[in-house]
């Protein structure tokens, strides 16, 4: 009888991985379908693109619709705006973060711990919510219509802070210990010896608040009015109403838009894997 349990145990492992990657190549399927169909409509012809039934394959590769992005619209503009904003919020998102994560990893004061859980209570408030307060401030600031007021509203993120704070507790004490003996700063510290062995997290960070950033549609929406200021997704999504028609156009311009994304997460992968296993080692 164990006998049989015993020779009977390998083929059911066997089945239930094969079950598992079978789910899991289902999901990455399903999941890669929109993906997938806005690229080959981005490179079908017109009238391929708005056909019924829908032609699955293109019966030629047209690159017609990319060189209508630069001249249906502004997109040039538009992707250099959303560059400026995408690369300032996140630059100076990490160096807000990585400070404040210092001061709450190293740092001995009262209330050190108190004020840390309060900050981070924050991310449970939905942010719907603090949606009209920052319109508010923005406009009593004077910034309504620039570019500014989509960067400093980034600057601080509860969700930064508790990542970069849970891998710099990481770090040993005695290192910064040893470089305070050889005359080393905080700052000195913070600098030239956290912050490089804190690549992986501030790596993976950095991909986060880009990627929020450069995907951002509502908060543009409220603040901006001239067309000189659009971002990238304000931008196609006024050509999608106005030109519903070039459906082709308009997935031209969501592909360019995806690329940079695409590219950035490729060549930050191994640290964005390895950045989210360290951040939760030490609590």
């Known amino acids: 009888m164990r006998a049989v349990m015993r020779s009977s145990h390998p083929a059911v492992t066997v089945t239930s991985t094969l079950l598992y990657h079978l789910v899991l190549l289902s999901v990455t399927v399903l999941m890669l379908t929109p993906f997938w169909w806005m690229t080959l409509t981005a490179f079908k012809g017109p009238g391929e693109a708005n056909v019924y039934p829908p032609q699955l ?28 904003v995408s690369v300032s919020a996140t630059l100076g998102g990490l160096l807000v973060a990585s400070m404040a994560a210092y001061a709450f990893a190293r740092l001995r004061f009262p209330g050190r711990d108190t004020i840390f859980f309060l900050y981070l209570g924050t991310m449970m408030i939905p942010g719907y919510v603090t949606i009209i307060p920052a319109f508010l401030v923005i406009r009593w600031l004077g910034m309504m219509d620039n570019l500014a007021a989509l960067v400093v509203t ?4 509860p969700f930064g802070t508790f990542l970069l704070r849970q891998y710099f507790l990481t770090i040993p004490m005695e290192l910064e210990d040893a470089s305070r003996i050889d005359g ?36 543009p929406l409220l603040v901006l009015s001239s067309e000189r200021n659009f971002t990238l997704q304000i931008g196609l999504s006024n050509f999608a109403m106005e030109q519903f028609s070039m459906t082709n156009t308009l997935m031209a311009g969501t592909f360019l838009s995806v690329l940079p994304l695409m590219v950035l997460f490729f060549l930050t992968q191994k640290q964005f ?3 989210i296993i360290l951040s939760g080692l030490k609590g």
């Open 57 to 84: 394959l293109p019966d030629h590769l047209d690159l017609g619709s990319f060189r209508q992005v630069f001249t249906a619209f502004h997109f040039p503009r538009y992707f250099a705006n959303t560059i400026l």
């Open 154 to 157: 980034h600057l601080a993120t």
């Open 184 to 219: 080393c700063s905080r700052w000195g510290f913070y600098v030239r010896i956290l912050l490089p062995l804190s690549t992986p997290a501030v790596a993976t960070l950095g991909l986060f608040a880009f990627m929020g950033n450069w995907n951002s549609f509502l908060w």
């Open 273 to 275: 894997v390895k950045g």
